[in-house]
């Protein structure tokens, strides 16, 4: 009798730290391997977020320095929609309107240059963190 009982209580350990084995190595693997799969989508949502943010404001920067002129004139402002058809007389609204191209494309070309280097340091930001989860994969096989 009394070893039947020991031979169920051994067998009741065993089960125990069969389940306790279970949930240390795959439990606690797949909090972490989501934990860094969370952490790997958010930093390439971030610089694909980031891209999308650059290009468009460069893009409403360039429409809003066209349209300047056209907003002075047309603005309730006598004063300032007089001054703005003056400058447009005497031909300054092209000129600056060109200059503002000219200008613009300057900008554009630093930004762009600015954003490849951005681009070098996000890939190997999301090489290393796809590097972290291709581990804790092996590990958790």
Same mark, same amino acid.
């Given at each position: 009798?009394?070893?039947? &009982? +020991?031979?169920? #209580?051994s067998? &009741?350990? /065993?089960?125990?730290?069969?389940? *306790?084995?279970?949930i240390?190595?795959y439990?606690?693997?797949?909090?972490?391997i989501?934990?860094?799969?969370a952490? $790997?989508?958010? %930093?390439?949502?971030?610089?694909?977020? !980031?891209? %999308?943010f $650059?290009?468009t404001?460069?893009? %409403?920067?360039y429409? *809003?320095g066209?349209?300047? !002129?056209?907003?002075?004139?047309?603005s309730?402002l006598?004063?300032?929609?007089?001054?703005?058809? #003056?400058?447009?007389?005497?031909?300054?609204?092209?000129? +600056?309107?060109?200059g503002f %191209?000219?200008?613009?494309?300057s +900008?554009? $070309?630093?930004? &762009?240059?600015?954003?490849?280097k951005? $681009? /070098?340091?996000?890939? *190997?930001?999301?090489?290393?963190e796809? !590097?972290? +989860?291709?581990?804790? #994969?092996?590990?958790a096989?």
């Amino acid at each position: 009798m009394i070893a039947g &009982i +020991l031979g169920i #209580l051994s067998a &009741i350990g /065993f089960i125990v730290k069969f389940v *306790k084995d279970f949930i240390a190595k795959y439990l606690v693997h797949s909090v972490i391997i989501s934990a860094q799969f969370a952490i $790997t989508a958010s %930093t390439i949502v971030f610089v694909i977020l !980031f891209y %999308t943010f $650059t290009i468009t404001s460069l893009v %409403t920067l360039y429409n *809003k320095g066209l349209e300047i !002129f056209d907003y002075a004139s047309n603005s309730g402002l006598q004063s300032l929609a007089c001054f703005a058809h #003056l400058v447009d007389c005497i031909g300054l609204a092209s000129a +600056l309107e060109n200059g503002f %191209t000219l200008f613009y494309a300057s +900008l554009s $070309t630093i930004v &762009i240059f600015h954003l490849f280097k951005f $681009t /070098f340091h996000a890939m *190997k930001i999301i090489m290393n963190e796809v !590097f972290k +989860l291709g581990l804790l #994969l092996g590990q958790a096989v």
